[in-house]
């Protein structure tokens, strides 16, 4: 029997809100069956999401058609994409998973279908899904990168996400953007933060510790700034949570705004952690809530032993399954749930006699239309949004085709950015950061001032406009590929290739540092000359600050002047030694 858009608003218990959902779309169609109703097993159920970069509204996020695996990577979770994942996760095509999974028929489905996310249709889902299976029995874990990403969080220093954090309901959290405020404000707002902050990897640095800094770290004798790890008793079970921040937070990010701590991935001490939690701690279960990057993640599984469940983030990757890594105690269960609000994973445990004897676990994809804001959030949201509604709102110009950015390469918004530097500051060449953050805008919808920031928005802005050789560019492009392409994923730091305007080249990413990128070739067909100076702008530096203009007003320049967001050439590398690899799909000749 079907139902009515009314009867299934009450199915997944939001009786009376149905008139809040929209009347087209995929919510509009009668539906047979309800996608958040989950059978419960087990005792302890673990909530979590990751990497919603400060997306309190619902959003359109296209998945990406580029996620390369090089190496042991090669064709593996999460280096898929396509039909080939549905296909690797029994996905069926053509369906709402498949267009949540996937980057296959967007714009068609995302039209069908609707946004995703929005923090008030994730405050009703995750607490039914709380209520539904005992509220004392689950936890709700963030992975981080939560602070950064819109509009409202730069102008409020991330605490307008402290505040729906804490409406949402969240327990435990670690971070990585959120450590591109400065360290006061960071501390200010995790002192505001209702749950926990852990981070067994971020260390104060000696000199700090002698000028004061005992006042706020965790614990002197052992460095730790922030607490390492919680005991949660839930489903009658002790459950051990620790926190790894991301462990590349100083050399991605500007460590001017942090100097005082130290970060890496010190995986031998987290051994020695879980050791010591198994053994005077009493715990059932050990998990932990990372933002290393879902390769680094699984190749810390396989060589840190006695971890059940890695719950990760920071590659925004959203992955139907857990990756089952075994190790030298046995196995551990590494998961990603996307970014931007779009997913939240639900890993139910079976924890009986010190041990997981058993788990299910579900990606649930969060459709707007398919569930009804829970109203004290949307208030919330509406309250923080409220002083900044017109420069958010400001409409610069109609897409006249997809504007994404997610993938290896440039993307089509990237490349607004990067046509954008070029003309305003009259340069050859520019350089935009291989961000993963930024939402999606359909054809013909109206670009507006909160979709520039939404790709743009961080606390380091500035532009620049300089001269580099070509040596120089080629020296910038082989040392992104090296950090995305190497093999060894511990000396990945997440992220996808600089993103260019003014030239191509060609890269071949089985090849080793130095020999990856060649025949660089400005868009005029002269050839890149190794000894020659370009003029080049960007954005976004990591170092010393720059002096140019915030690169969202820079972007919105272009595009008032423009009158329409186009692009006449997507500067996207011709590729080598790619055939077959289950990583790209309809890439362009």
Not at 11 to 26: D, K, Q, S, V, Y
Not at 139 to 168: F, H, I
Not at 207 to 227: C, R
Not at 229 to 247: C, D, H, L, N, T
Request: glycine share 10%.
């Amino acid at each position: 029997m079907s139902m009515s858009r009314r009867e299934f608003a009450q199915l997944i218990g939001l009786a009376g809100a149905a008139g809040m959902l929209p009347t087209t779309g995929f919510a509009a169609a009668k539906q047979t069956a309800d996608p958040y109703e989950l059978e419960n097993f087990g005792n302890v159920r673990l909530l979590h999401i990751t990497d919603c970069h400060a997306q309190l509204n619902p959003v359109y996020f296209r998945e990406p058609n580029v996620n390369l695996g090089v190496g042991t990577a090669y064709g593996k979770a999460p280096h898929l994409v396509g039909e080939k994942l549905l296909g690797h996760f029994g996905i069926a095509p053509n369906t709402l998973e498949a267009h949540a999974f996937s980057c296959l028929n967007y714009e068609s489905a995302a039209r069908q279908y609707g946004k995703v996310g929005g923090f008030a249709h994730l405050k009703t889902l995750v607490d039914r899904l709380r209520e539904t299976y005992g509220r004392e029995k689950t936890l709700l874990l963030d992975g981080g990168d939560t602070w950064q990403g819109s509009g409202t969080s730069y102008k409020t220093r991330g605490m307008d996400m402290v505040k729906a954090t804490n409406e949402l309901g969240v327990d435990i959290m670690t971070g990585h953007w959120e450590f591109t405020y400065h360290q006061q404000e960071i501390l200010d707002n995790i002192k505001a933060f209702n749950g926990e902050f852990l981070a067994q990897n971020v260390f104060v640095t000696e000199d700090a510790l002698f000028e004061g800094a005992d006042e706020y770290i965790h614990d002197e004798d052992t460095g730790h700034v922030f607490k390492p790890y919680s005991i949660k008793e839930i489903g009658g079970a002790r459950i051990a949570v620790i926190g790894q921040a991301f462990p590349r937070t100083k050399i991605a990010n500007p460590a001017r705004f942090i100097p005082d701590w130290t970060f890496d991935i010190y995986d031998d001490l987290l051994q020695e952690q879980v050791d010591a939690i198994r053994a005077n701690e009493k715990v059932d279960a050990v998990v932990v809530i990372s933002h290393n990057g879902m390769d680094v993640d699984i190749a810390m599984a396989s060589r840190v032993s006695g971890i059940d469940v890695i719950l990760g983030g920071h590659t925004h990757d959203g992955m139907p399954e857990p990756t089952v890594v075994k190790n030298a105690a046995g196995k551990t269960l590494v998961c990603n749930v996307g970014s931007n609000g779009k997913f939240l994973g639900v890993m139910d445990l079976d924890v009986t006699n010190g041990k997981v004897r058993g788990f299910r676990y579900r990606l649930l994809p969060v459709f707007s239309e398919l569930i009804a804001p829970d109203p004290s959030m949307a208030q919330l949201i509406t309250d923080i949004r409220q002083p900044y509604t017109s420069w958010l709102n400001e409409e610069l110009a109609p897409a006249d085709e997809v504007m994404f950015r997610r993938g290896n390469f440039n993307g089509t918004f990237d490349q607004v950015i990067c046509d954008a530097l070029r003309k305003v500051n009259d340069a050859q060449v520019s350089l935009s950061p291989g961000f993963r953050w930024g939402t999606t805008v359909l054809q013909g919808q109206m670009v507006t001032m909160e979709h520039v920031l939404d790709q743009t928005c961080l606390t380091y802005p500035e532009t620049y406009v300089r001269e580099m050789t070509g040596a120089e560019l080629k020296l910038i492009l082989e040392d992104v590929a090296d950090n995305l392409f190497n093999p060894e994923p511990y000396l990945q730091s997440g992220g996808d290739m600089v993103r260019v305007g003014g030239f191509d080249y060609v890269c071949d990413p089985t090849a080793k540092i130095g020999n990856r990128i060649s025949e660089m070739t400005l868009d005029n067909g002269e050839r890149i000359d190794a000894n020659k100076r370009y003029k080049v702008s960007g954005w976004a530096t990591v170092g010393a600050r720059s002096e140019g203009a915030d690169i969202w007003d820079v972007v919105a320049d272009y595009l008032r002047d423009r009158k329409v967001a186009s692009i006449d050439k997507l500067n996207t590398p011709k590729l080598k030694n790619v055939t077959g690899n289950p990583g790209i799909v309809d890439y362009p000749a």
